[in-house]
């Protein structure tokens, strides 16, 4: 059984910075696209970040394109999320997926809130 377990959010302050993990198990980690979502209050999930199995070209959401940085570790079946420069609005939770989303894999989250 697949399981996405994120980890490292936080309270944090505008300007500030964050890295999220993810650790996957259950599937072939290094076969699979990944991607980073985030779920604000009262907002739909949207994307934010994709990596291709083998690393190498990413995508990002505009809203966080030269702030967010996501890479994937394959021996260690984890996927991160280094966030800088840090703004009230990334307030959410992140989640991570493969890529296209599968919806039996979304996992608890991990709550990043900016604020001062």
């Known amino acids: 059984q697949a399981q996405f377990v994120e980890s490292g959010g936080g309270l944090v302050q505008p300007g500030g910075s964050l890295r999220l993990s993810c650790v996957v198990s259950?599937?072939?980690?290094?076969?699979?696209?990944m991607t980073w979502h985030r779920q604000a209050p009262g907002k739909e999930r949207e994307l934010v970040a994709v990596i291709p199995n083998a690393g190498g070209n990413t995508n990002y959401a505009d809203s966080v394109k030269g702030r967010f940085i996501i890479s994937r570790d394959n021996a260690k079946n984890t996927v991160y999320l280094q966030m800088n420069s840090l703004k009230p609005e990334d307030t959410a939770v992140y989640y991570c997926?493969?890529?296209?989303?599968?919806?039996?894999?979304w996992g608890q989250g991990t709550q990043v809130t900016v604020s001062s």
């Open positions: 259950g599937i072939t980690f290094s076969w699979n696209p």
């Open positions: 997926n493969v890529n296209p989303p599968n919806r039996a894999y």
